[in-house]
Structures are given as C-alpha cells and as structure tokens.
C-alpha cells in the first residue's frame, strides 16, 4: 500500500526567490528563464499579490477531472499521488485542458505533434524516497513535502498554534474532493485567485450521473423501442385484415366486432 | 495573421500566402452573393412595378 | 410577413461551391503542415472554438436520421416513407462531415483511431466517439440498399433487411445517447459555462431540440426538392411534421425556462449583458418565433411560412449550440476569441462539400423515389432540375394542393 504524497503550501512563508520554479526547470530540462506564469516551460510559477507569493502548479486531485474526461486514457492518476501524462496515447483533443478545474494544461499549440505540458509532481524522485526538486530547493520550508495525512494533520497544528495568522482553512483538503497540494494562506484565498466556487464534490461525479444512464437507456430503450415496434405492426396487419374484409376477400370471422 | 516581420521563412510565407488568397475569396464571395442578392430585390421590385 | 429566403444566383450555386471546397482544401493544407497553432485562434484559454462548434450543430442536424427511421419503421407511420431515404443520406452525409471535422480539428489526428483500443468508460468523448463510429456504421448498412438498387445488385438487400430491425432500434438508442452526450460533455464544467447554459438538464435538452432540428431538416429538404411539379411529400404530411417540431420547440421552451428559474438565473435573465442577448437570440429566433408560426394551418401548410419558419428552427439551433460550445464559456477580460479565416474557411469547404454530395447522390441514386426497387431515378422529371440552385425557396405562389 503506497502512501500518499503531498505537498504543503504555506503562503505566509514564501519569500518569492523562486528557487522552486528553478529546480523544477532543472529537474526537468526546460529553459532556465523566470516565468511569472504557467507555461510550457514553467511547471509552476509565482504569481504576487500586494506582498503576498502565491506558489500554482498542478494540485494533483485526488478525484482528478483530466483524468475522467480523457477519453483514450492518456493522464491516470497513480496511488502515490502523481496525475501523469502518456503523449503517446494522446489523440489532442483538449478536453483536459477545458476540464481542469484550475486551468493547468499547457498546449503546445505550435507544434506538429502537440502534447500537454504540466507539473509531474517527480514520480521518479518520489519513487526512489526523494522529495520533489521544488521542495527541495525551497530555502524557507514554504513548499514542504511528506505523506498528505501527516501534512494535513501539521497544517491544522500550525493554524491552531498561531490562530491570528492563518485563515482557519486548508485549501485543498476537500476542494474538488481533495488534491495533493494543500495551501496554508494569511488572508482569504479568494484575494489570491484561488476558486473557492468549487465545491467539495469531485467533478467527475457530475458527469457520472449522466453516463451512469447509459445502461438503463440501452436496455430500458431498447424493449420499449421493440415493444412499441411489435404493437404498431399488429395494428397495421389489423388495417390490411379489415380492408380485405371490405373488399369481401375474406368472409367475417366470430371475433370481429 | 499576417507575419511581414521573417517573411522569408518558408513556414510564415505559406501562412501569408493561404491568408492572401483566403482573404481575396472572402471579399469576392461577399461582393458576389449580396449584388445577387441586390440584384434580386430589383428585379423583383421592377416586376411587381410593372404589373400596375 | 416577408419571407427568409436566399438569394438566387444566377450561374447558380456549384461555383461558389466550388471555390469554397478549393479554398477549404488550401487551408485544410495549411493547417496540416503549420499546426494548430499558427492556423487557428484557439488557445490555452479557448482550447475549443469553431470547429466543435460546428460539430455540435452538425450532429443535431443530422438528427433527421432517427427520428425518421423510428417514426417509420418503429412507429409505423408509413405514411412518411418518401422522407425515409432522404433522411438518412442527410444524417450520413451529416455524420461523416462531423467525424472530418472532428478528425481536423484534433492536436494529433494520426492518433484519431485511438479511441477504438484505448478507452476510458469514465468519459463522455469516449462514449460519444463510440456512439459516433457505430451509428456511422447502422447508417451505412441503411443507405447500402439506396446504392445496391442502383447498380441492380438485389440479393445483399434483402439480407441487409432481414437484420434491419435489430439495426435500426440500435441506430435509434444510439443516436439517443449521443446526440444527448454532446450536451453531457459540458456538465464537468459549472465553473466555465455561463448560468444561462449550465444545467444538469443539458442531456436532456440536447435531446429535445435535437428532435426539432432534425425535423426542420427534413422539412427544409423536402420543400427544397418540390419545384416545378408535384410536392414532394404531400403538404398534410409535412403539416404533420411541422406540428410535431412546434410541439418539440414548446417542450424544450417550458423544460429551459423552468430550469433556468429554479436555479435563479432569473437576474442573469434580465440583465443586459453580451450572454443574455445571446441567449435571446437563440430563444427568440429558434424557439419563440417559429413556435408561433406553426401553431396556424395555414403557415404548417403554405410553402413559404413552412419554409421560413423551419430555417429559423435551424438557424436558432446553430446559434444554441454555438452558444453553448463557444460563446457562453469563460471570458477572460484581455482576450476574445474570434476564428480565424482557416477555420472558417475549412468549416465552409467541408459544408460545401455536404450540400454537393447531397445533391450529386440525389441526382444519380434512388433519394427522391419511393423505396420499391427498380424505379429508375430518370424516370422522375423533376429531378432533373436538380441541377439548379437548390438552396432556392420553392416559387411561393398557390402551392400546389396533394
């Protein structure tokens, strides 16, 4: 049973060096440019509010949208936390990127054979026991990764411990059903381009109700559809019967009325 | 829309050269189908004239 | 009232065809070789734009496909036999212009076969691919006898109708579920789709006006192909049809309005914003106005009001799926999109090419015939003006009496 990872977010922490957007453009090759948004060659970006850094990249739902509306597949959600994605099962119908709740997909509009780009939340670190290269770049402890149970269990300790200087919520705990970043912030998340309209329900199970009919409309659809066929027919056959009962074919049987 | 500034590059000439002509069909289409339908309101204007 | 109507051209309408199928094919190239990205306005922020749009309003219009073949041969209305055929070639023709399209616009349209062996049960596009490639088929082994007939080749039909039943109720759930997906796509997003469009309810009222358009198609259609010579299917039948489309307009009415004030768009209603014009210009042109023209006999049964009337259905349509697929989705406050001229011009080529191959099948194969087999296509005369502008309201004088 794999454990599963998570990173926390404390906003009141971020100095805004932006070592985490380094380390993570040199765990994965990109370009080594500040990039004040997401990108296709920045995984996660500061974006500032009055003094305020607030850390974006992928929050690796626990129920993730991108996941559900793939129709081939191409991103999966993995046990330890990671939404990864194949580009080589990608059919480039972007609806991961009308999907996401948090508008992370990057399209690489300009190219032939265009992927996503998003962050990967570093399987291969994660899997060799490492943190990821943004939490470990970070100098403040801001970005903090560890096993999601325990860092929600540490970030209610430090809102309880200094209760004037976080607002009582933990964005991420239960947004869209839970994700795999958690965000500790000063003042409401609103003020800082979070969406709070969210709601705590996975969006995936919107559609579910609509896709869960498919069986019923089959079946259900399909007797009605025969039945509704074999009792037209019958009246039709009905109709010929009488009509060749006027033109005196047929001599009246004892049932006809 | 149109890349004036590295014309030269094979790529952006093609997409200059697809929008040009795109962008002369447009306007004959547009010329065309509303003088037909100019045209149209006319004659049939005369020939409703005519019959008093 | 004065009619809607297009304009007669004069060399008639296969050279601008023509030019629009050239011109669709140059930017076609264009998009193929440069990537979506230099060719199309779509972005990050509008990852979907004209081209899903046209494939929303393309799959209801090819509803006509369903709703016939069910009435016919399911409800057994023979009556309406003469629509059959046409109907189908409509929802053909309309099925693999949506599938072009689609194909077009994906990022990766060599990996298009994809969804054949990898699937996701979770998500709607998998279901509506699926739904597509297999109605695709049932219509394809439909119009099969169409074609079997012309070339004289009989004992295939009658295999064809042995298994049709089956066929056909299968084409007809199909159709159902995926013609009411398209609307299913957008639940998964509250978030980006405008109050006036979200609704848990968007199956459900896809499907309703689905049935309408489709309808007003077949309506069109058979107005279209009634020149010079008797109506091509008697006017009390297709008053019939223009009943049944008011009745589908005045349901998709009540069930849109009621849903949208029990979850309080009321305000969004009456305010005066760029959705709310939108809005009521899909309300207004595709469901209040005509509605109100069917309910007389005599629109339902004069060419013209039937004709206007049903073109309005189909514009209000096209405006509603437009609406849904483009329009009321986020705004961001510094960027708009608008298509680019190869999209449009791509989307034009491959409707140009529709109407075209509409008209070149019912030219040379037995459409516009009954479906006995072996009554030659030259043996109609009026087919043979076929050749002229089709897209022509019929001549609006005393229309001709069944």
């Known amino acids: ?174 947004d869209v059903g839970g994700t795999s970043m958690l965000y500790l912030s000063p003042v409401p998340f609103e003020q800082l381009g979070f969406d709070s309209r969210l709601g705590k329900i996975p969006m995936p199970m919107l559609t579910m109700s609509a896709l869960s009919k498919v069986p019923n409309v089959l079946s259900v659809g399909g007797v009605l559809l025969a039945g509704i066929w074999w009792i037209t027919n019958r009246r039709t056959e009905v109709q010929a019967y009488e009509s060749s009962l006027k033109k005196g074919d047929v001599p009246p049987h004892e049932d006809d009325a | 829309m149109f890349d004036l500034a590295n014309w030269r590059n094979p790529e952006t000439l093609m997409l200059n050269l697809t929008n040009g002509i795109l962008g002369i069909v447009t306007v004959v289409l547009i010329v065309w189908i509303s003088a037909e339908a100019i045209y149209e309101h006319v004659v049939i204007g005369k020939s409703t004239n005519a019959k008093h | 009232m004065r009619t809607l109507r297009l304009p007669r051209i004069t060399a008639g309408w296969r050279p601008i065809a023509t030019i629009l199928i050239l011109a669709g094919a140059l930017a076609a190239v264009a998009r193929f070789t440069l990537g979506l990205g230099a060719t199309t306005n779509l972005s990050d922020e509008f990852p979907w734009g004209l081209w899903i749009g046209f494939d929303f309003l393309g799959i209801g219009l090819a509803a006509s496909g369903f709703t016939i073949v069910a009435a016919v041969h399911l409800f057994h209305a023979k009556e309406y036999e003469p629509i059959v055929r046409p109907a189908i070639l409509t929802a053909f023709i309309g099925y693999l212009l949506v599938v072009l399209v689609l194909i077009i616009d994906l990022g990766r349209p060599d990996h298009f076969w994809h969804p054949l062996v990898m699937w996701n049960p979770h998500s709607v596009m998998c279901e509506i691919s699926w ?233 040379y194969l037995p459409v516009f015939t009954t479906a006995e087999a072996g009554q030659a296509p030259h043996q109609n005369e009026a087919l043979n003006r076929v050749q002229e502008p089709l897209l022509l309201p019929p001549e609006c004088e005393n229309p001709r009496p069944s």
């Not at chain 3, 989705?329 to 449009?344: A, D, G, T, W």
Request: charged residues 15%; hydrophobic residues 45%; positive net charge.
């Open chain 3, 131 to 363: 739904c597509l490639m297999l109605y695709t088929t049932v219509l394809s082994l439909e119009f099969a006898p169409i074609i079997l007939e012309k070339f004289n080749i009989h004992s295939p039909i009658k295999w064809i109708h042995a298994i049709s039943l089956p066929f056909m109720i299968f084409g007809v759930l199909l159709s159902t579920l995926h013609q009411s997906s398209f609307g299913s796509l957008y639940l998964i997003v509250p978030n980006r789709l405008h109050a006036l469009w979200y609704t848990p309810m968007l199956p459900v009222l896809f499907f309703i006006s689905c049935i309408a358009s489709g309808l007003s198609m077949v309506v069109l259609e058979s107005l279209i192909f009634s020149r010079k010579g008797r109506p091509f299917l008697p006017t009390r039948l297709r008053a019939n049809l223009a009943k049944i489309i008011a009745l589908a307009l005045a349901v998709y009415f009540v069930v849109r309005i009621q849903d949208l004030l029990s979850r309080g768009a009321f305000r969004e209603m009456t305010t005066l914003t760029y959705y709310s014009v939108a809005f009521y210009a899909e309300i207004l042109i595709g469901f209040v106005i005509p509605f109100s023209m069917l309910v007389f006999e005599k629109v339902r049964t004069s060419h013209s009001g039937l004709y206007s009337a049903s073109l309005m259905v189909v514009l209000g349509f096209a405006i509603n799926r437009m609406n849904t697929a483009i329009t009321g989705l986020e705004r961001y406050p510094s960027q708009v999109y608008f298509p680019s001229m190869i999209e449009i011009f791509i989307m034009l080529g491959i409707t140009a090419i529709g109407f075209s191959a509409f008209s070149f099948i019912a030219e």
């Open chain 1, 1 to 174: 049973m794999v454990k599963k990872k998570a990173m926390l977010i404390d906003i009141s922490l971020c100095v805004g060096c932006n070592a985490c957007q380094t380390g993570c453009k040199e765990e994965n090759g990109l370009p080594p440019n500040e990039e004040k948004y997401l990108s296709l060659t920045a995984y996660t970006a500061l974006s500032k509010h009055n003094d305020l850094y607030v850390r974006r990249m992928c929050q690796h739902c626990d129920v993730p949208t991108c996941v559900s509306v793939c129709p081939v597949g191409a991103l999966t959600k993995s046990e330890a936390g990671p939404v990864s994605y194949d580009g080589e099962k990608c059919i480039g119908c972007r609806y991961c990127l009308q999907a996401c709740p948090f508008h992370v997909p990057k399209y690489e509009w300009s190219s032939t054979k265009p992927s996503i780009r998003k962050c990967k939340f570093c399987p291969s670190r994660i899997a060799k026991g490492l943190q990821t290269a943004c939490a470990d770049a970070c100098p403040t402890g801001a970005t903090k990764f560890g096993d999601r149970d325990e860092l929600l269990l540490e970030a209610a300790r430090r809102i309880q411990a200094e209760p004037g200087k976080y607002v009582s919520r933990i964005y991420g705990e239960q």
